[in-house]
Each structure stands twice: as structure tokens, then as C-alpha cells.
């Protein structure tokens, strides 16, 4: 106890002593928060990458003191900008007393501007000969283990910003989720896609099966939900003669949380009017595989010691012949309800108010099925209870025209044929709120505008919907979803020490 108690105290004479540098240069009149701001015509990287044309010449830079070594009347110290990290070299007799003297009270977190000349080392690193230095920003908080990099996990989530400057990779794996999300756009923008935006707050949870966020709108006085999914919006754009049409966005789920869940997250959902199923997985193939060669450099990638290949095509399975192969359970054979739900008791499946076979199917591949899909694979024809948006299959109307793609054991994508039959649509809406009487809060509300809607007619149509990020998890070897979004949903270090207590 003393010891931390000591130590707590050691950092505030540290922090303390940042501010009265802070206050020594307001009243020389040197306040670097006054500084508005800093020409610069050089980054870090692009002087690295070509000594030669810049050997010689005048540069001027800016970034964050990374290290700091000081002997006498000269010194180094390490600027990083966002591409990278440049050494630099102070001496007392190029930029003149009062500064060096100022400079050698700087410290590392402080943010400089420089001006200099380019050269190179007697050991052969590329360095600038400072010739001025301005300070731009005092930093009054203390760099994580110096510049050795934060390694607390749960503290890295919390200050990202700290995170950035001190782990480099992990800038590195958003600029990589950067590219990637170009390439995908670029992608369906070429392809005659349209982008648009559509409503985040909605009166009704549609769209997929999912519990909501709920919160007020205090001037209509009445419950609102954030979106769970896009689909029913997008698909009234095909109605509307829009023919490709997509939005990529935040979906908002009220949910648990894990190493594959956030309760906001990216996904993108598109509608292509005249197409099926089947062109949306051949769409997902091509374009998951092209956002890896553009992100990557290759359609393999290495996610945690296993490879993946995302060169299309990729694996086609049915759902009943996955169920078959790895739970050992055949429903070509099995027609009714009661047979399934026997099934399902020997399988220790938990059974659920209202369940039918087609959900005992569902519950058998997730048990047994999903865990075995590491490469890219595509499951196919799933039954209509747990499709509620999708079209009947006209041979079997038992299944559904759908899929999910999934990749290292999770589901990436969902897609099928849009159901546009209205009278269809409503039955399974209500087929829903009967499942919501029954306790299922993730059962869909029924949207009596989307049955307008499909009542003036929708076009055949192909929908899909890709979860970004789980997909910049594999392509940037990201063991938990936090590692991908900048800054994930956190609970609140006071509840956290309340519930700890």
C-alpha cells in the first residue's frame, strides 16, 4: 500500500512539474496553446522513402516528441508524425540560446514544429539538422511506459489517443480498414450502385431479428428505436425505381457484448433490383476477395496462425446438408414439428415456446455446424421461420432463397431473393408478433408502410448485408472487434468500480 501510495505520488510531483514548465513559458510569453497554426511541407515517411531528392534541402515537419537524448550543447530527439517517426538533431550554436535552453525543458508528448536541413548520420540514419523549433503543444500527461507502448488492454480501449501514438500497428490496422472500405465502395460505385442514407432513430425495430435500443422523442411523445438493420428502407428505394442502391453505417443492437459484438457497429446492406440469391453470392465473393487483395496486397490472409482464402468461388453447402454431415441428423426424412422437436431433446438442444423445424434445423447448425466453417463458405436454404424477409424456395417452400457467408466460424454476410409478395410479407410479420407475445424480444414488430410498400409492387430483387467489422478482423488479424472500431462501448470506470466493490 505505502509503495503504491509513493508511487502515486512520485506522478503527481511528475505531472506537476509538466505544468510548471506550462506556466514558466505563459509568463515568458510563449504560450504554446496560442500557437494557431504550422506550415509544413514534409512528412516523416516521404523523406525517409527519398533521401535523395530531399539530402540537403530545407524541410519543415511537425509531430510528437517520441524520444529525447540530451548531451550538453547538442541533443536528438524523435519526432512521429502519422506516417512515422523521423530522428532530429538540436545543437545549441544552430538555433541559439534562449531556444535550447527552452528546448532542453521539453518533454516527450510535447508536439514541435521543425525546420532544418536533411542528412544523414556518421551511423547512416536519416535525420534533419534543426535550424528552429518551435513548441506547438505541452503535453501535461505522462506517455505510457515512456515510449515502450501501452499494453493494458482495457485501458488501450479507453484512451485510444494514447493508443495510437504509443502502438504503431494499431494505426496501421485502421489505415488498413481505410482501404478496405474504399475498395468496397469503389467497388459498387463502378458497378452502378448508389449510395444513400437512410433514418438511424425509427419508430418500429425492423429489418432483422435483433432486441433495440429505445429511447423518447419528447415533442411527438412517443417510443423510438435505433436501427437494427437498414433493409426496409432501402428495399422501399427499389420500389421507388432506384435499381442498385447501398448504406454503409452504424446498426445499433442491444445485445451481448463478446470479442465478436459491439452494440453499435458497421455493417453495409445493398438491393439490386432483378437479381437473386445467387448474384448476391457471387457479389460477396468478388468483393470480399477484392477488398482484401486492395487492403492486403493478397486474397490470403493469416488470421491468427490460420490461413484463409477468400479467392473465389468459395465453398456452397444447404443448411440440412450441413446439419446432416456434422450433427448427423437427416430432414429429408423428418417432415413434422413433433419429430423434430425429439430430435432436438437428443441433441440437447433447448427447446423454446413455439418452436417448429424449421427453428430445430437453425438451432442444430448453429451447435454443430457453424464451428466447423474456417474457409470461406457459403450455407445455403434456410427455413422460412427464421427467414421472415426472404422468398420461399419454389421447389421446397420449406427454405428459404438465402445465405450466410462465413469465414474462421462467423457468420460475414446474410443475403437471399427479397420476398415481394405483400400477402406473404404480412403472414410472416404476424407469424413474428406472435413470437413476440410468446417472450421472443428479438422478434421482429410488424411495419405495415413496408406492406404498402411491397403492395405497389417491388421488383424482384437481391439484398445483402456484409458485417464490416468482422471482416477487418480477419483482414487486419484482430483478435477481438474492439481491436477495429475506434472507439468501442466501454462501461464506465465508476460502475465499473461499483460492480468490482
Known amino acids: ?88 538533431y538540436i545543437r545549441l550554436d544552430r538555433i541559439g540560446e534562449e531556444e535550447y535552453s527552452l528546448f532542453s525543458t521539453y518533454d516527450i508528448g510535447d508536439i514541435l514544429g521543425l525546420e532544418g536541413e536533411v542528412f544523414k548520420t556518421k551511423k547512416e540514419e536519416i535525420s534533419i539538422k534543426a535550424n528552429e523549433v518551435v513548441l506547438l503543444s505541452k503535453s501535461l500527461q505522462i506517455l505510457p511506459e515512456k515510449y515502450h507502448g501501452l499494453k493494458d488492454q482495457d485501458l488501450r480501449y479507453r484512451q485510444r489517443y494514447v493508443d495510437l501514438i504509443v502502438n504503431p500497428e494499431v494505426k496501421n490496422a485502421f489505415l488498413t480498414r481505410t482501404k478496405a472500405l ?35 422523442h419528447n415533442t411527438l411523445d412517443i417510443p423510438m428505436y435505433m436501427r437494427i438493420a437498414n433493409e426496409l428502407y432501402l428495399k422501399r428505394l427499389i420500389v421507388g425505381g432506384f435499381d442498385k442502391v447501398y448504406e454503409m453505417g452504424r446498426m445499433f443492437r442491444n445485445e451481448g457484448m463478446s470479442i465478436k459484438h459491439n452494440p453499435e457497429y458497421t455493417a453495409i446492406e445493398l438491393y439490386q433490383a432483378y437479381a437473386d440469391y445467387t448474384d448476391m453470392m457471387e457479389l460477396t465473393e468478388n468483393v470480399i476477395a477484392h477488398m482484401a487483395k486492395e487492403a492486403t496486397g493478397s486474397m490470403k490472409i493469416n488470421y491468427q496462425g490460420t490461413e484463409i482464402d477468400f479467392t473465389p468461388p468459395w465453398r456452397r ?66 427455413p422460412v421461420e427464421v427467414s421472415p424477409l426472404a422468398k420461399r424456395n419454389v421447389e421446397d417452400p420449406r427454405k428459404t432463397d438465402r445465405f450466410e457467408a462465413f469465414a474462421n466460424k462467423w457468420e460475414l454476410a446474410n443475403a437471399f431473393s427479397e420476398l415481394n409478395d405483400p400477402i406473404d410479407q404480412k403472414e410472416r410479420f404476424m407469424d413474428q408478433v406472435r413470437k413476440k407475445e410468446l417472450g421472443d424480444d428479438e422478434a421482429c414488430d410488424m411495419d405495415e408502410d413496408f406492406i404498402n410498400a411491397l403492395e405497389v409492387g417491388l421488383p424482384p430483387t437481391g439484398g445483402l448485408g456484409i458485417g464490416i467489422d468482422r471482416v477487418m478482423m480477419l483482414l487486419t488479424n484482430s483478435p477481438s472487434i474492439r481491436d477495429v472500431i475506434l472507439f468501442p462501448t466501454m462501461k464506465p470506470i465508476d460502475n465499473q468500480k461499483n460492480t468490482e466493490e
Request: hydrophobic content about 35%; aromatic content about 6%.
Open 182 to 216: 474504399k475498395a468496397l465502395r469503389s467497388y459498387l460505385d463502378e458497378r452502378g450502385f448508389l449510395e444513400v442514407e437512410t433514418p438511424i432513430l425509427n419508430t418500429i425495430a425492423g429489418g432483422a431479428n435483433a432486441r433495440p435500443f429505445v429511447t423518447h
Open 1 to 88: 500500500m505505502n509503495n503504491e501510495m509513493n508511487t502515486q505520488e512520485e506522478l503527481s510531483e511528475v505531472l506537476q512539474v509538466r505544468r510548471d514548465k506550462l506556466a514558466k513559458l505563459q509568463e515568458m510569453g510563449k504560450d504554446p496553446f496560442k500557437v494557431s497554426r504550422y506550415d509544413r511541407t514534409s512528412n516523416s515517411m516521404e523523406i525517409k522513402d527519398n533521401f535523395e531528392s530531399f539530402e540537403g534541402k530545407t524541410v519543415k515537419i511537425a509531430g510528437r516528441i517520441m524520444s529525447k537524448r540530451i548531451q550538453g550543447k547538442a541533443g536528438f530527439i524523435d519526432i512521429q508524425d502519422q506516417e512515422g517517426r523521423i530522428q532530429c
Open 317 to 382: 453447402m444447404t443448411m440440412e446438408d450441413c446439419v446432416k454431415e456434422y450433427a448427423g441428423v437427416d430432414f429429408s426424412k423428418i417432415d413434422t414439428d413433433e419429430e423434430a422437436l425429439q430430435i432436438a431433446k437428443e441433441k440437447g438442444i433447448e427447446i423454446t415456446p413455439g418452436m417448429r423445424r424449421g427453428e430445430v434445423i437453425n438451432a442444430l447448425f448453429e451447435e454443430f455446424g457453424e464451428d466447423k466453417l474456417i474457409q470461406p463458405t457459403f450455407i445455403t436454404h434456410h
